[in-house]
T-cell receptor, first 115, second 114 residues
Framework: EPEVTQTPSHQVTQMGQEVILRCVPI?????FYWYRQILGQKVEFLVSFYNNEISEKSEIFDDQFSVERPDGSNFTLKIRSTKLEDSAMYFC?????????????FGEGSRLTVL | KQEVTQIPAALSVPEGENLVLNCSFTDSAIYNLQWFRQDPGKGLTSLLL?????REQTSGRLNASLDKSSGRSTLYIAASQPGDSATYLCAVKGPTDSWGKLQFGAGTQVVVTP
């Protein structure tokens, strides 16, 4: 069964360092997303991406964050200068554009710990 | 602003009992509602998606109903098993939100005891 894959599963970094989280969405999907979940809190929308550009971003997604689809399969989230409060589980998700059901499929997540 | 609430926050039932999980949302103008399962430290697994025009969706032992006018959805899991132990999340998409922008509830943590 097709799935969304994410790497790394866990990354520990020092405050101020740059981090890149990687995702391979389901191959025929056209819409890509990043969400995050701070420990004990709700899953929060960060950004949606379609046709090589951001469709919508939340207030959380400030200038420290960027997304890219560098090739036909990968979708990345970069945090330029990490802060302690960026520690969270980051989920990549994708959905197709054909059926327009809007069903999202999530990856297993990348846990980011900022020290 | 849409608020999604799930009550109770936690639930423990003996194996074999039916599970009833509630989700409420403040703005009834939704495009769809999706139920997910989350195992500890893991990703979200999609269970059921209900479009705003639908009243319910079924998949195996799972049945989800939607009452848009009252801002509620209920997930029923029949004949619960220990493997059903997980956190169940509901999420809604607003009609004007970009594709895939979901508003999540905090989830209901379910424990099914053998």
């Amino acid at each position: 069964e097709p799935e969304v894959t994410q790497t790394p599963s866990h990354q520990v970094t020092q405050m101020g360092q740059e981090v890149i989280l990687r995702c391979v969405p389901i191959s025929n999907h056209l819409y890509f997303y990043w969400y995050r979940q701070i420990l004990g809190q709700k899953v929060e929308f960060l950004v949606s991406f379609y046709n090589n550009e951001i469709s919508e971003k939340s207030e959380i997604f400030d200038d420290q964050f960027s997304v890219e689809r560098p090739d036909g399969s990968n979708f990345t989230l970069k945090i330029r200068s990490t802060k302690l409060e960026d520690s969270a589980m980051y989920f990549c998700a994708s959905s197709d554009g054909g059926s327009l059901t809007g069903e999202l499929f999530f990856g297993e997540g990348s846990r980011l710990t900022v020290l | 602003k849409q608020e999604v609430t799930q009550i109770p926050a936690a639930l423990s039932v003996p194996e074999g009992e039916n599970l009833v999980l509630n989700c409420s949302f403040t703005d009834s103008a939704i495009y769809n509602l999706q139920w997910f399962r989350q195992d500890p430290g893991k990703g979200l697994t999609s269970l059921l998606l209900i479009q705003s025009s639908q009243r319910e969706q079924t998949s195996g032992r799972l049945n989800a109903s939607l009452d848009k006018s009252s801002g509620r959805s209920t997930l029923y899991i029949a004949a619960s098993q220990p493997g059903d132990s997980a956190t169940y999340l509901c999420a809604v998409k607003g009609p004007t939100d970009s594709w895939g922008k979901l508003q999540f509830g905090a989830g209901t943590q379910v424990v099914v005891t053998p």
